[in-house]
């Protein structure tokens, strides 16, 4: 999982993030069997509460805005090729949700796409069903959640080794110091603050800000681009993703 900014959740005294207790979701998809799987594994969840169902773009626009769900668990085949003007519709709502994608097969360029609109977080269809619950939480906590399968087929396909990136592309990357291209490794391979803390023997304050003068450094908005950006211009290659 790799964090990311805009979901829904407020900071605490600490900086922390505080998930809401109930949150309610709208399922959207077109098939059957997903809609009925989701569902039953939500079942499970006693703070996870679904309060409706789309079939379509434009119901689930209305769905949205009449019921103000926190997540909406959207089908990417819903879409189709038009997967990132609804991410970036509903997030431009009022009240936007945070949109959970959920794919059949990895795609770095439309994930990349769907980024950019907006999207907080990046599923395969086939992952275990028993975790979709925590990524859910956790994607509501502000951490963008993106399966690690997926981020290797980001390291290793074809169209992101073909890519040359430009020379202010490079400078930026040359601007990272050893010790913040150690940190992006470790958000890119999965880990939390914390665990980046305890794995280099500093604070998550030092964390926090190792991650901020990367961002700034690189020129975007949050960790998710910074760890894409790693990925585009080779800072971050598939070996560097396992373990």
């Not at 997967?83 to 994930?111: E, K, M």
């Not at 665990?195 to 975007?220: C, D, W, Y």
């Amino acid at each position: 999982m790799i964090g990311s900014a805009g979901c829904r959740a407020r900071a605490g005294r600490a900086g922390e993030l505080r998930v809401k207790t109930m949150l309610n979701l709208v399922i959207a998809t077109s098939r059957t069997l997903v809609r009925e799987g989701l569902q039953r594994i939500l079942e499970g969840a006693p703070d996870l509460r679904v309060v409706g169902h789309a079939m379509a773009a434009e119901p689930l626009l209305e769905r949205v805005r009449e019921l103000r769900p926190d997540v909406v668990l959207l089908d990417l085949n819903l879409a189709g090729e038009h997967a990132h003007d609804l991410v970036s519709r509903l997030a431009r709502l009022p009240h936007p949700p945070v949109v959970v994608g959920i794919t059949d097969r990895a795609d770095p360029q439309a994930l990349l796409s769907l980024v950019q609109a907006g999207i907080g977080g990046y599923l395969l269809a086939n992952r275990e069903a028993a975790g979709l619950p925590d990524a859910i939480r956790a994607c509501t906590a502000g951490v963008f959640v993106i399966d690690a399968e997926v981020v290797c087929e980001l390291a290793t396909d074809l169209p992101l080794h073909r890519y040359v990136p430009g020379p202010e592309e490079l400078e930026r990357a040359k601007s990272l110091s050893e010790r913040e291209l150690e940190v992006l490794s470790r958000i890119a391979r999965g880990r939390t603050t914390a665990q980046v803390a305890e794995e280099l023997f500093i604070s998550p304050k030092t964390v926090r800000n190792h991650l901020s003068h990367i961002m700034q450094k690189l020129g975007v908005r949050d960790r998710t681009q910074a760890v894409l950006f790693a990925l585009r211009v080779g800072l971050i290659r598939r070996d560097d993703l396992v373990g």
